[in-house]
Every structure is written in C-alpha cells, then in structure tokens.
C-alpha cells in the first residue's frame, strides 16, 4: 500500500509515533488521509479476494477481520459471529501449530550459521516449544472430533514420536547435514498439519453462511481479480446416471407401470451403491454403543468415507480375486535344493522339470565347520557362469522364496533392461595384484507386485490390460547393492582393491556417461561428484583407511540415471531419470594353508539379513550370498523375521498401511511356510495394491526422483549435462497425474489440498520459464510441499481401505499388535508432559476441549 496507508495496516507502540507519522510532509492533510484510507480498503478487498481463489480461508478470516473497522454496522454485526466461530475452531488451532512448527522447522535449519552460545540457546528454546506444540497437538488428536484428521492421527503421532527422545524434547543432531534434514522433516509434520487445517477451513466456511455470503459479495465487486490459469479445476470425466434417461429407458422395456419409474431408478441406484447399508450401519452403531459420542456426525463421516473407497475397491469376491492373482502369477520353485547346504535358492520364473529332476553337481554336509563352507563358497565363486539355468531367453530372478513371491517382477525387468553394465554389473571376474575379485549386483527392497494385483483385479473385473483404472507409472527409483567377493593374501591389499572399485566406478559414471553422480557416503563423510573428479586418489585412499579402522560402515553412492523410454509407434520416445542408491558390501575370503584347518571371512558391512532382501540376478549370487551369511552369522531369517515384525509393527502403529501389509504377507511366508495366504487376507491386500494409495505411491518416488536430479545438479558439471527436456517432462508427468489423483471420485480426503498442489506446479513452471533451469531451492520447496500433500492423501486412503476388511486388520493386529496402542502411548507421553510441567517447567496453559453445549475458547 501507498506510505500513508500504512497508517491504517500498523500497530503503533505509542501515541507519539503515530502523531510523528502522520507530521510527516508527504502525509499532511485530510484529503491525502482520506484518500490513503480508500486505497488501504481497496487493497483487502484484493488480498479477501486472491486468497479465496486460492482456498486459504484463514487468509481471507484475516481479511475480513481487518476490513470490520471500515463497514457500517449493518454489515458488521452479521458477521461478528461466524468470524468469532472460525477463529475459535479446531481448524484455527491446527493452522497455528502448522505454523509453530513451521517457525521450529526454519529455527533448526538456520542453525548451521550460529556460534555456539547463541547455538546452545536457540536449542534450549526449540526444545521447549517442540514440547509444548507436540501437546497441543496431541491434545486434538485424542479429542477426535473430526473425520478428516481420524486417519492421519497415527501417522502425525508416528512424525513427532519419530523426532522425540524419551522426555518429550526435540531430539536435535550435532553435525550441520542432519539438522538441514531434521528442518525439512519438521516442515514436512507443519504441511501435514496445515492439509488437515485445509480441509477443516474448507468444511467450516460452507457452513458459516454470512462469512460466505460476504466474501462472495466483495469477490463479484472485484472484477480486477481474475482466477488465473493455474487455479482453474482440472478436468475431470465424472461417471453420472441421468434419471430422465433412464426412466425413458424403463419405460420402453415396460419393467415397471408408468407411476413407479421414478423410485424404481432411485430404489435400484440406493441398493447399487449400498446407500442403505451405509446408513443402517450408522445407526445400528449409534444405537448399539454403551456411550453416545459427543458428535454423532463424526462416526457418520467415518462411515461413509470408508464406504466411498469400498464402493470404488469391492466388486469381486474375495476367493475369486485371490484365485486370479495366483494363477496369473508365475510362483517360484526350488532349484537344486542340495546345490548349497542349508540354503534353498528359489527362481522366478520356476525351472521347467528337466531342470529340477537333474542331478546335482555338488552335494556338500553341514555348514559346519567353517572350512568346508569356505571351500563351498570358493567352488561356488568359480562355477561356470553359463549354467543350465541361466541361458533363458527371459532374465530369472533367484532369492529366498518369502522375497520372491509378491515381488514386482515387471519392474525389475525394466530396470535391468534399461540400465547398462556401467550401472549394474550381473557378474564380472576381475584379477588386480594376486587378488580375484567376482563382482554381482542384485536388487533390494523391490516393491510388491502392485502391477501384477492391478491387472488381477481388471481380469476379475473382465477389463483389460490398458483399461483399468490406474495406469502404472514406470520405476523412478532403484536400490542396487553391488557384492565383491575378493579372494587373496592379506585383508589390507582386499580393502584397497574394494575402495578402488567403488571410487573408480563412482568416478566413471560421472565423467564417461550421460548420468547425474550426487555424491558417496560412508560413515559421516560425504564426498560429492566435484570431489570425487578433482581428488579421486585422496577419496579412495580415506575410503581405505576407514573401512579398515570402521568395518561395519555402509559405502553408499548416490546419483541419477538418465533412461530412454523405449520407442512407440507415432509417439516419440521420451527419457526420464532414475534415482539410484548404491551400496558397495565387501566379502574377503581366505583359504588357509595346506595342513591347516583355519579359515577366515571378513565381512564389510557384516553379512546379517542382506540375502532375505535381495533380489539376486543369477543362481551363482543367490548361493554365495546365502552361504556366506550362514557361515558367519548363522540365523538371519530368524533376524529377519524380527525385523519384519518390527517394520510392520511401526508400520501398523504409524498409519502406514502398505508396509504393514507388505511385512504381514512376507513375515507369513517365513513364520507358517504355508504359502498362499487366506482369501480374505490376500484378496484386501491386491485391492490395497491396485487402488489410488499405491498411485500416490508411484507419484512419491516420482517426485524423489526430481529431488535427487535437483540436488546432483548443485555441481556445475552435471548442471552443464543434464537433460532438462527430461526433466519438464517428469515435472509435467508428475503434476498431471496428481491432480487427476486429488481430482477423483476413489480419492475422498483432502481435496481442498489440489488448490495448494496446482500454485505449487505454478510456481514451478513460472521458475521455469523465466531461468530455464529447475535448480533452485524454490522448486525443491514446491516438490517438497506437493509430496507431503501425497502423502497424506495416500495414508488416509489406504486407512480407509483396509477398514473396510476386519479379516484383515484382525490379521494385522494378531501380527504386529493393536494399532491403537499408540493412542496409548501418545496419552502417557501428555500426561508425563504435564508432570513435567507441574514440577517446575514453564509451559503455556494447554488448550481446553470443547465441552458440549460450550463456546470453543479462544486459541493463544
């Protein structure tokens, strides 16, 4: 506004610093203060208007509560009381702490610069607001008064656990790159918060009436604002019944007399879409409690939220859906389970039966001792690499069966078809100074099979391949880890072979191909692409002595790959990137001398549960891998398996439904050896898996793969190589498909969020266009926004979903406990929190609920 009308947006401390102002020359005058006052009230009506076009309706309760002083008392009293409503609610308060922690979220990431008394003291204070705006939270979450938080509350207590210590208090690092990654951490719990105060803003303002009407009023009288392109709803192609044609149609097949087509249509359309159920549900539940809930209309909203994604998800039988995923599904069978002792290696696709009735070459006894394993492990190593097995036209993946089962095999395919030898070696022999080195890659953590559950689900449903509703996006990210088996005299002579495979590799890959390196990490350093070209020889000497003096560090590279899409007829081919992490393991094998019963295997990082992970490329792998980990360690599916139960357990607990399911089905395959699972567990599990959560899913590692470009291109080099036509498509792919997701009728949670996503891609593009080059860190902060966004939404449906199937979350519960111990959890941690308080901590007052009949209190 004009310099005069800052009179009017200011609070001033004293009397006489306004009287100063307003002496000023340029500010004389009772016309120029007229004048001023007009174009200060001209100026809300524009920022009332832009910021409802933009849905961010605490904005325009602001606006509004700035212009009350300039209306007439007509216009004023009516909307004293629906401003009073909605800056007391609930959605007021979750918008403040979104903001607190916002405020935390930049305190922790500005910390980098201070010294170490201003350091200690900022630290002291965020310590203490962390706690006090974790109670506030915890305080809403336990109130549950709103459909639209109930199922992101695991989810939000799992985020401020997550960055707790045991007393409550932000659990701050020490070194600088990990407080950057806890402020973005923070920032993303302040985006998931501020989503629901969204939603909830979005709800409240249809039902305060005056405050609508008003600022519908200010918005037409306001022709200057016009809603810009960006804001405009996405098209969308809604599935509708037309009730005049479909009495019309009744009538000519005469299956009703004329009176009743009308209920007929409707009565047919209510027991379609089980509206009925629904309501009686409601009521019965209603009904049927011992204590009536303070609001009914939560329970209905839950009900109904949970019966929008059945309708979209259930329209199959359970024995009909799990019998089609089986039979679609090539199974994996055992090869040569005497090949390696103790260690049955499964392939997918399964061998044919003249594979699996030859005889063995090798038979060996028990793993113990240890020389007999080492020397099976040598013979192993240097079996011939054309087995009988391995010359099939179709590349075959080998591993432990409970990893092979729901594994994603089409995805795993294109990637190995994508990447070259550069980037993912199957199996190489190399000799450097008396050493043999054999160097295998193999995948880890490859995702469930959600394309081949989607296609199930189409077949049950009779719709084909390219028909079903969710279209699989390609893979966008890839973990690999690459084992080298190195046999020679002397451990040092190994460690340094090893580090110059990892630093040459690293080093190749960012100066002889297309690819992004971001860096290499081990231990806490971090050597980025910059680095590694200017002091290759220093990098791999330091990678050296700390693998001797830390074993059990995890050498990591990470980077970007640069992919063609393969080519279709009229369509030209488009590249996209891949985000690669890359960990290098160590395995150095000593034979002893003749005459001696000693043998030695030193591991780097130690060889614990890495084959239960993996997704091995040839049988040769699959054996050394298994074998080496039960010769020195012993018991890695029982570690394993407990690892599962505690990733499903935190899963579970956490809100995150796909991880939980995935370690309910992978920890059954270990602890019944039963395979398949039940019907009713399996068949909720592929709908999880062909539904909108496993779409924003594939989104997410969208935008990871955007991120990680962003973060390689902060060197020059690979700024100067990198493909921005890739890029703008994957930006466009990612914005396109998002809104559609936000924009759909299987989608039924935060859909007043798609206004935040669109002027993300916006400010995206208008980066875009004015430096060509989407490097700054406001297109990370857009991408970062946008994915946490998705992430809520994810959650919330795939909640949904398996509430639906109480097979299943009675499956989940019997495995990894209830999922509401957590509220159990986050209830002792606010009354520990209030102990704390009372016994000398200074704390502002916690918020009082809203007792029934009450006025909400004010929020501080």
């Known amino acids: 506004p004009p310099p005069l009308a800052l009179l009017f947006s200011c609070a001033w401390p004293a009397a006489g610093d306004a009287a100063g102002y307003l002496a000023l020359p340029e500010n004389r005058g009772g016309a120029a203060a007229s004048r001023a006052r007009l174009r200060y009230i001209s100026f809300l009506r524009l920022q009332l208007s832009r910021s409802l076009i933009k849905g961010e309706y605490m904005h325009v309760a602001e606006a509004v509560a700035l212009l009350l002083p300039h209306l007439s008392g007509a216009e004023r009293l009516p909307l004293l009381p629906d401003l009073a409503t909605f800056l007391r609610s609930d959605a007021a308060a979750l918008a403040a702490i979104a903001h607190a922690f916002a405020t935390v979220g930049r305190t922790v990431l500005a910390l980098a610069g201070l010294d170490e008394g201003k350091a200690a003291r900022v630290v002291k204070l965020v310590q203490r607001q962390w706690l006090t705006h ?34 409550g208090s932000l659990r701050l690092p020490v070194d600088d790159p990990s407080q950057r990654a806890l402020g973005r951490r923070l920032l ?26 008003f600022c519908k009023k200010v918005f037409s009288a306001t022709p200057e604002v016009q809603v810009p392109l960006s804001m405009q709803p996405t098209p969308v192609r809604e599935r509708r019944i ?82 089609t995923f089986l039979s679609g599904t090539a199974q994996p069978a055992a090869q040569r389970a005497a090949d390696v002792p103790g260690c049955l290696v499964c ?166 191909t297309t690819h992004l390196l971001s860096c290499v990490t081990f231990g806490s350093q971090r050597w980025s692409a910059a680095d590694l070209a200017r002091f290759p020889k220093q990098a791999e000497q330091e990678l050296t002595r700390h693998l001797s003096e830390s074993p059990e560090a995890e050498v990591v590279l990470h980077g970007s790959l640069l992919v063609a899409a393969p080519a279709q007829a009229g369509r030209r081919p488009a590249a996209r990137y891949v985000a690669l992490r890359k960990s290098y393991a160590m395995v150095y094998v000593e034979l002893a001398a003749a005459g001696s019963s000693g043998t030695t295997a030193v591991c780097s990082p130690p060889r614990r549960t890495q084959s239960h992970q993996s997704v091995f490329l040839s049988h040769a792998h699959a054996s050394v891998a298994m074998l080496i980990e039960a010769a020195t360690d012993g018991g890695g599916a029982a570690r ?36 398949p699972p039940p019907a009713e567990v399996l068949a909720p599990v592929l709908r999880l898996l062909s539904s909108p959560a496993v779409s924003v899913a594939q989104l997410l590692r969208l935008g990871g793969a955007l991120r990680s470009v962003l973060e390689a291109c902060a060197v020059d080099e690979n700024r100067s190589k990198c493909s921005y036509g890739a890029v703008n498509v994957m930006l466009d792919a990612y914005r396109t498909n998002a809104l559609a997701l936000l924009s759909a009728d299987e989608c039924v949670n935060l859909e007043a969020c798609r206004r935040d996503v669109q002027e993300a891609f916006y400010v995206i593009f208008e980066v875009l266009q004015a430096t060509g080059e989407p490097t700054s860190g406001k297109v990370r902060e857009q991408l970062e926004l946008c994915d946490d966004i998705l992430v809520c939404v994810a ?66």
């Open 188 to 213: 993303a719990i302040a985006r998931s918060v501020g989503s629901v105060s969204r939603q909830l803003c979005d709800t409240l303002m249809l039902c305060c009436d005056g405050l609508s009407g």
């Open 640 to 675: 394993w398996q407990r690892k599962l139960l505690a990733r499903g357990a935190a899963g579970w607990r956490g809100g995150n439904a796909l991880a939980a399911c995935g370690a309910l089905l992978e920890a059954g395959l270990l602890i019944a050896d039963a395979p």
């Open 795 to 860: 959650t919330a449906a795939a909640a949904q979903l398996v509430d639906n199937a109480p097979e299943l979350v009675a499956a989940l519960d019997a495995l990894f406990g209830p999922a509401d111990a957590g509220r159990d959890v986050a209830k002792h941690s606010l009354t520990a929190a209030s102990a704390r308080a009372a016994e000398g901590r200074t704390l502002p007052p916690a918020r009082p609920t809203q007792e029934l009949g009450q006025s909400p209190t004010g929020y501080p």
């Open 347 to 512: 392939r997918v696709p399964p061998p044919d039966t003249a594979v699996l009735n030859q005889p063995c070459r090798r038979t060996y006894a028990e793993l113990d001792p240890a020389a007999e394993a080492m020397r099976a492990l040598h013979e192993t190593l240097g079996a011939d690499t054309r087995a009988v097995d391995e010359v099939a036209d179709t590349p075959c993946l080998y591993g432990h069966l409970h990893r092979l089962v729901y594994a994603d095999r089409a995805t795993v395919l294109r990637l190995l078809r994508d990447f070259g030898p550069e980037v993912l070696d199957v199996r190489r022999r190399a000799a450097v100074q008396q050493y043999e080195t054999f160097i295998f890659t193999a995948f880890v953590d490859v995702p469930m099979a959600a394309e081949a559950a989607a296609a199930a689900v189409n077949r049950g449903r009779g719709v084909g391949a390219a028909g079903g509703r969710q279209r699989a996006l390609p893979p966008y990210e890839v973990f690999l880890r690459e084992d080298h088996f190195i046999r020679g005299k002397g451990l040092t002579g190994a460690i340094a072979v090893h580090s110059a495979r990892v630093m040459g590799a690293a080093v190749a890959l960012h100066k002889q």
């Open 242 to 323: 037309e009730l005049a044609a479909e009495q019309q149609r009744l009538r000519v097949v005469r299956a009703y007399p004329e009176d009743v087509h009308n209920g007929a249509v409707l009565l047919q359309y209510v027991t379609d879409s089980r509206l009925d159920a629904v309501v009686e549900a409601v009521l019965v539940e209603l009904a049927s409690a011992s204590r009536l809930p303070r609001n009914p209309f939560t329970i209905a909203l839950l009900r109904m939220k949970r019966a929008a994604a059945a309708f979209e998800a259930w329209r199959e039988a359970d024995t009909a859906l799990a019998h």
């Open 134 to 167: 974790c109670r506030e939270l915890s305080q809403l979450l336990l109130a549950e008064r709103w459909a639209d938080l109930a199922p992101l509350e695991p989810m939000l207590r799992r985020q401020m656990a997550d960055e707790s210590d045991r007393g």
